[in-house]
């Protein structure tokens, strides 16, 4: 897979904004650590707890499932499955400090199966070549970085130069950070 490394100081949602519109409809599996709740959803009008979650926040979490390993003495969180609907409306949720989310134009049968076979493989770009057709990574606030058909590669790089954001052309099998 082709892609762009993004070197932006903007958030995920204003960063992907171009290209956003196009990745609706997707059923997406991302790894832990790939969602924060803003700050801003965050409802303080409720008197009994200190902070309650806003209706936004809510929705999220019935559209998003956690997809963990149980046994009698631990949980391991693998990741979460998130149904269509996750953008454009919840670009926002989207962690610039470390986040990874795998866009499937049909929806994931079996979660933990999915991420089992991401994580047993020694070559995990061969892997999400050929089992999802988008690609959205961010590495510790540095860079963002997008990985997809012509279509949506071109959206992007018309948001990114249209707002001087510097990028670069990158490949999946490159992808030395997974």
Request: aromatic share 14%; charged share 20%.
């Amino acid at each position: 897979m082709q892609g762009l490394r993004i070197y932006s100081p903007k958030s995920f949602a204003e960063t992907f904004a171009g290209v956003l519109p196009l990745l609706a409809g997707r059923t997406w599996l991302a790894l832990p650590e790939s969602f924060r709740y803003p700050l801003d959803w965050l409802s303080e009008d409720d008197d009994e707890v200190q902070c309650s979650l806003s209706k936004r926040i809510a929705v999220f979490e019935t559209m998003a499932r956690a997809v963990e390993l149980r046994s009698p003495f631990c949980v391991a969180q693998f990741g979460y499955v998130v149904g269509p609907g996750l953008f454009p409306e919840y670009a926002d949720m989207v962690s610039a400090d470390w986040a990874s989310l795998f866009g499937m134009r049909e929806p994931v049968e079996n979660a933990q199966a999915w991420l089992d076979g991401y994580y047993g493989q020694a070559r995990r770009d061969t892997y999400l070549s050929a089992h999802c057709d988008v690609v959205l990574h961010s590495v510790d606030s540095a860079f963002y970085e997008i990985f997809a058909a012509p279509a949506e590669l071109d959206a992007c790089l018309r948001h990114l130069e249209a707002h001087a954001i510097r990028y670069e052309a990158v490949r999946l099998a490159d992808w030395g950070h997974l």
